[in-house]
């Protein structure tokens, strides 16, 4: 492809976004990605950027803290232009780091994203979206016994429930929403509850705790939808058995409805090519990315409007999400790790 007609690519796509002339300066034909997540879908969607712009992906991979401490550290010096990570709690802490600036309205583009899902000083936004849903022993469980998350901590549960650490963001995430929403005696005695139903002492990420469901180690579990999802979706048929032996609720459902958490990213603070970073922060938003988020890594997309090939995540599509803006799971997120270490939960 010729550099002329790379630019015009380029300029128009940042037209259509309402972005300045993005692809002109010579600093801005790459975007630096610092990324926690490693999924199939967003090689995909940097490859359909790269495609219609013209503008390289410079991608840096670490886990969700150890990436928001390398930008940390290299504080001015930094050559991060995207922070992408996983939950509203360690987005959280990269903004509590002063990781994050501004990014604009993206030409528009976030308009299609409900508020709950975007920081209330638009310092990052949510591109796609996960529930903390329950799965359950079909078989062992009736249903009707788990339809809210604090059925989980009543005494006809003790010894049933696997869960993860409490030092996991996802559970941290959890307690800080009910913190928010009912407060943090409530909170407290919610993780009091799972603390003392605990079949085994937490261990390993949300697909082992949904394997261990389908062995038999305990009856119930919270996880993430996708978890499922991918298991539901996979190649191997001894993944999708395992899939198939839980049934899953979204929880509270009429009552407030099942949390939400996202996938995020923001314009970094030091962005060196940060007209080329808000192409790419627009293009997360577009149908083409938000498809991919749900069809490659069964997450829901952020924009409610875009349709998807995906029939495991269509079953699981319709429920009732809490009305709450995630940012509160991230600013509560240091009260519940203290609920945890007051009730025990390892």
């Not at 991060?80 to 002063?98: F, P, S």
């Not at 009910?178 to 005695?189: R, T």
């Not at 062995?215 to 899939?243: I, Q, T």
């Amino acid at each position: 492809m010729s550099d002329r007609l790379r630019l015009s690519i380029i300029g128009a796509l940042c037209a259509s976004l309402g972005l300045a002339a993005c692809g002109q300066p010579e600093q801005d034909s790459v975007v630096n990605v610092f990324s926690a997540r490693h999924y199939a879908s967003d090689q995909e969607v940097f490859r359909a950027f790269t495609e219609e712009t013209g503008i390289a992906i410079n991608l840096v991979e670490a886990d969700g803290d150890l990436l928001i401490e390398r930008v940390r550290a290299d504080g001015e010096r930094s050559q991060a232009d995207v922070i992408i990570t996983v939950d509203a709690g360690r987005l959280h802490r990269a903004e509590q780091a002063g990781l994050f600036q501004p990014a604009g309205d993206l030409g528009g583009m976030l308009d299609r994203v409900p508020d709950t899902l975007v920081h209330p000083d638009n310092l990052w936004f949510g591109f796609a979206t996960r529930a903390r849903v329950i799965v359950y022993a079909q078989g062992r469980v009736d249903p009707s016994e788990v339809q809210t998350y604090a059925d989980l901590a009543r005494p006809e549960f003790e010894g049933r429930v696997c869960a993860r650490s409490s030092s996991n963001v996802y559970n941290q995430s959890l307690v800080a929403g009910m913190i928010a929403e009912d407060g943090a005696e409530a909170a407290e005695s919610f993780a009091r509850g799972i603390a003392q139903n605990l079949a085994r002492t937490p261990q390993g990420g949300d697909t082992d705790q949904i394997r261990a469901v389908a062995a038999g180690e305990c009856d119930v579990a919270m996880v993430n939808h996708y978890y499922l999802g991918r298991l539901l979706n996979a190649s191997d048929s001894a993944d999708r058995a395992v899939g198939e032996a839980v049934g899953v609720v979204f929880p509270d459902q009429g009552r407030g409805g099942t949390y939400v958490n996202i996938s995020g990213a923001g314009l970094a603070a030091n962005a060196p090519n940060p007209e080329a970073a808000r192409a790419l922060l627009a293009f997360l938003l577009s149908e083409r990315a938000q498809r991919a988020f749900a069809e490659l890594t069964n997450e829901f997309p952020a924009d409610p409007s875009v349709s998807y090939d995906n029939t495991v995540l269509d079953g699981f599509a319709g429920f009732e999400a809490r009305d709450l803006n995630v940012n509160a799971l991230g600013e509560n997120g240091a009260e519940a790790q203290r609920i945890f270490d007051r009730v025990g939960w390892p």
